[in-house]
Nanobody, 113 residues
Framework: QVQLVESGGGLVQPGGSLRLSCAGS????????MGWYRQAPGKQRELVAL???????NYADSVKGRFTISRDNAKNTVYLQMNSLKPEDTAVYYC???????WGQGTQVTVSS
């Protein structure tokens, strides 16, 4: 059921940074989209950022200017660089691959002083 491998979560103070990594699964087509989602306690899972194989990106308004999604197609890996972290960024972060709709196991990010 768990088809992607995530890493990089942890506990940081407000204003700190983390980089999440996710290894994709299988061969990646030109239309494959990798994404990061997150789910905070008591809230629905929400989109954080998307990136196409060609490098086009899209971000949730709440993370624009602070988070950067990138991918290394040769390594079949997607990254999420998170800077200027806020307590409201606290959530379990999930990697997603479409159109296959693969998901990672989730990695906990906690931003707290």
């Amino acid at each position: 059921q768990v088809q992607l491998v995530e890493s990089g979560g942890g506990l940081v103070q407000p204003g700190g940074s983390l980089r999440l990594s996710c290894a994709g699964s299988g061969s990646i087509s030109s239309i494959t989209i990798m994404g990061w989602y997150r789910q905070a306690p008591g809230k629905q899972r929400e989109l954080v950022a998307l990136i196409t194989r060609g490098g086009s990106t899209n971000y949730a308004d709440s993370v624009k200017g602070r988070f950067t999604i990138s991918r290394d197609n040769a390594k079949n890996t997607v990254y999420l660089q998170m800077n200027s972290l806020k307590p409201e960024d606290t959530a379990v972060y999930y990697c997603n691959q479409r159109p296959e709709d693969y998901w990672g196991q989730g990695t906990q990010v906690t931003v707290s002083s």
